[in-house]
């Protein structure tokens, strides 16, 4: 009687010139990426930031991933293409912008949030509606390297109740723009649609002053973990999740 073996390969070879495609092993090509200008970190991504995908960054308020968005998005510019802020808590500082190296006549910086007078009124989650409105519809119209969508003042239960589907639907719109979609969130809630994850977390906190002399969140450190990357080339070459250290500086620290 035949092994499972000798019958498996029976098969196999009997279908090989019928059904190629479903007996050859494809090889994963790499993503395009781009470079988000922080050595350490484009070595620890295999390159940058993936085209054409979903990348999430995640973690609690003051962990440094609004820095890091903002230095990748500066490379993106410098490099001369354009890219897309939506600002769902109204929470970007232009001036920090320009500080970070981003060239601002490139970046449209949309912002979903009500007038003042009518934000107690509001809901948060009609604000984050619109602002995935808006992303599927800059998305679709193409033209930008990156799209980032900063909902890291919103509550995640009101990210979790994002339905499975839209995630799905912005994942395959990347896909077919050729645009980096960067979701900065307080906590993961993309899940396998995201094809890169990054958690964002405080390392170290400098002190109020030494001897009178440094300033308040001068030279802050950052750890950014990536804790997965499906654009690697091949199972065999994934890196295990990795730490870097992101420093960031104060606007103020430069005018000194």
Same mark, same amino acid.
């Given at each position: 009687?035949?092994?499972?073996?000798?019958?498996?390969?029976q098969?196999?070879s009997?279908?090989?010139?019928?059904?190629?495609?479903?007996?050859t092993?494809?090889?994963?090509?790499?993503?395009?990426v781009?470079?988000?200008?922080?050595?350490?970190?484009?070595?620890?991504?295999?390159?940058?930031?993936?085209?054409?995908?979903?990348?999430?960054?995640?973690?609690?308020?003051s962990?440094?991933?609004?820095?890091?968005?903002?230095?990748?998005?500066a490379?993106?510019?410098?490099?001369?293409?354009?890219?897309?802020?939506?600002?769902?808590s109204?929470?970007?500082?232009?001036?920090?912008?320009?500080?970070a190296?981003?060239?601002?006549k490139?970046?449209?910086?949309?912002?979903?949030?009500?007038?003042?007078?009518?934000?107690?009124?509001?809901?948060?989650?009609?604000?984050?509606?619109q602002?995935?409105?808006?992303?599927?519809?800059?998305?679709?119209?193409?033209?930008?390297?990156?799209?980032?969508l900063?909902? /890291?003042?919103v +509550?995640p @239960?009101h990210?979790? =109740?994002i339905? $499975?589907? &839209?995630?799905?639907?912005l994942r395959? %719109?990347?896909?077919?723009?050729?645009?980096?979609l960067?979701?900065?969130?307080?906590?993961?809630c993309?899940?396998?649609?995201?094809?890169?994850?990054l958690?964002?977390?405080?390392?170290?906190?400098?002190?109020?002053?030494v001897?009178k002399?440094?300033?308040l969140?001068?030279g802050?450190?950052?750890d950014?973990?990536?804790?997965?990357?499906?654009?690697?080339? /091949?199972?065999? +070459?994934? @890196?295990?999740?990795? =730490?870097?250290? $992101?420093? &960031?500086?104060?606007?103020?620290t430069r %005018?000194?």
């Amino acid at each position: 009687m035949a092994s499972a073996a000798q019958i498996r390969l029976q098969v196999e070879s009997t279908l090989a010139n019928r059904v190629p495609a479903a007996l050859t092993l494809k090889i994963k090509e790499a993503a395009e990426v781009l470079p988000t200008g922080i050595a350490a970190i484009d070595a620890a991504l295999s390159g940058g930031i993936p085209r054409g995908c979903i990348t999430e960054i995640s973690g609690a308020a003051s962990t440094g991933k609004t820095s890091f968005a903002l230095a990748a998005v500066a490379a993106i510019t410098q490099s001369g293409a354009a890219c897309a802020w939506v600002d769902v808590s109204d929470s970007l500082s232009p001036e920090s912008a320009a500080a970070a190296g981003i060239v601002l006549k490139r970046l449209l910086w949309l912002r979903t949030v009500p007038e003042r007078k009518q934000r107690v009124t509001s809901k948060p989650w009609s604000h984050l509606e619109q602002a995935l409105k808006a992303t599927d519809l800059l998305l679709q119209a193409g033209g930008f390297a990156a799209i980032v969508l900063d909902m /890291s003042d919103v +509550f995640p @239960k009101h990210v979790t =109740r994002i339905p $499975l589907a &839209t995630w799905y639907r912005l994942r395959l %719109a990347a896909e077919q723009a050729r645009t980096a979609l960067i979701f900065l969130t307080q906590s993961p809630c993309v899940g396998s649609c995201a094809a890169l994850s990054l958690r964002a977390e405080q390392s170290s906190v400098m002190p109020f002053s030494v001897d009178k002399e440094t300033a308040l969140f001068e030279g802050q450190q950052y750890d950014l973990v990536r804790e997965r990357n499906r654009n690697e080339v /091949s199972a065999v +070459f994934k @890196k295990p999740a990795a =730490r870097v250290e $992101l420093n &960031t500086e104060t606007l103020w620290t430069r %005018a000194r």
